[in-house]
């Protein structure tokens, strides 16, 4: 009997080390439905593993730094234009352009200048005209490369016809592109427009010219 119950015992122990043995090596599982995450692999560091997950990481675009602006401010520009006087005889031709400013910035963004300049071209049959203006210019910066300009002043209509002059009110409309910067200085091309205006003749002048601004 004694024997009996002995050898019960021993099995039951047995059977309670096999089963603790088993749960101690056994592989975890995934629950049901749920497979094994797969990789993640971001492109361009290393080789891809197998079965990984592409991530793309793109760094946004900055934006381009505001100019410091403040302070004195020049132009100083050159180009072409054509000149259109009103005069029956008188038609449109090819002229050369010059402007020269000086004023100050009173923001980054809003600048006052004087502005001299002067369109010189032939108009009618070899008869040369001349349109030199005095404007007071307001420039405002529309973004880190784009301004946009306008002024009123006087101007004085000079041809060989009329070698006096006639005194005109001036207008003048600019919009420019700056395609290169530095901290204080920018290379601009600039489309710009002057018209003189009075009770005996009106003179306009579009051009595009190339320009030095210091800011």
Same mark, same amino acid.
């Given at each position: 009997?004694?024997?009996?119950?002995?050898?019960?015992?021993?099995?039951?122990?047995?059977?309670?080390?096999?089963?603790?043995?088993?749960?101690?090596?056994?592989?975890?599982?995934?629950?049901?439905?749920?497979?094994?995450?797969?990789?993640?692999?971001?492109?361009?560091?290393?080789?891809?593993?197998?079965?990984?997950?592409?991530?793309?990481?793109?760094?946004? !675009?900055?934006?381009?730094?505001?100019?410091? !602006?403040?302070?004195?401010?020049?132009?100083?520009?050159?180009?072409?234009?054509?000149?259109?006087?009103?005069?029956?005889?008188?038609?449109?031709?090819?002229?050369?352009?010059?402007?020269?400013?000086?004023?100050?910035?009173?923001?980054?963004?809003?600048?006052?200048?004087?502005?001299?300049?002067?369109?010189?071209?032939?108009?009618?049959?070899?008869? /040369?005209?001349?349109?030199?203006?005095?404007?007071?210019?307001?420039?405002?910066?529309?973004?880190? !490369?784009?301004?946009? /300009?306008?002024?009123?002043?006087?101007?004085?209509?000079?041809?060989?016809?009329?070698?006096?002059?006639?005194?005109?009110?001036?207008?003048?409309?600019?919009?420019?592109?700056?395609?290169?910067?530095?901290?204080?200085?920018?290379?601009?091309?600039?489309?710009?427009?002057?018209?003189?205006?009075?009770?005996?003749? !009106?003179?306009?002048?579009?051009?595009?010219?190339?320009?030095?601004?210091?800011?």
């Amino acid at each position: 009997m004694k024997s009996l119950l002995a050898a019960a015992i021993f099995l039951n122990f047995a059977s309670i080390s096999s089963r603790a043995s088993a749960q101690e090596y056994a592989v975890p599982q995934a629950p049901p439905g749920y497979g094994q995450p797969a990789p993640v692999y971001t492109y361009g560091v290393g080789p891809p593993p197998s079965g990984s997950q592409y991530v793309l990481q793109t760094t946004p !675009r900055q934006p381009e730094p505001t100019r410091p !602006r403040s302070g004195f401010g020049l132009q100083l520009g050159q180009g072409f234009a054509g000149i259109w006087v009103s005069d029956s005889r008188e038609g449109g031709s090819p002229a050369s352009a010059l402007g020269l400013a000086l004023g100050g910035y009173v923001s980054p963004e809003l600048a006052v200048f004087v502005r001299v300049s002067g369109v010189v071209g032939i108009v009618g049959e070899g008869d /040369s005209a001349l349109i030199g203006s005095f404007v007071a210019l307001l420039q405002h910066w529309t973004s880190e !490369r784009w301004m946009v /300009s306008g002024g009123l002043g006087v101007a004085s209509l000079v041809s060989a016809s009329n070698a006096n002059g006639r005194e005109s009110l001036s207008v003048l409309g600019r919009v420019g592109y700056a395609f290169s910067h530095w901290t204080h200085h920018s290379l601009m091309v600039v489309f710009e427009v002057t018209a003189a205006l009075n009770s005996g003749a !009106r003179a306009i002048a579009p051009g595009i010219s190339f320009e030095w601004q210091i800011h």
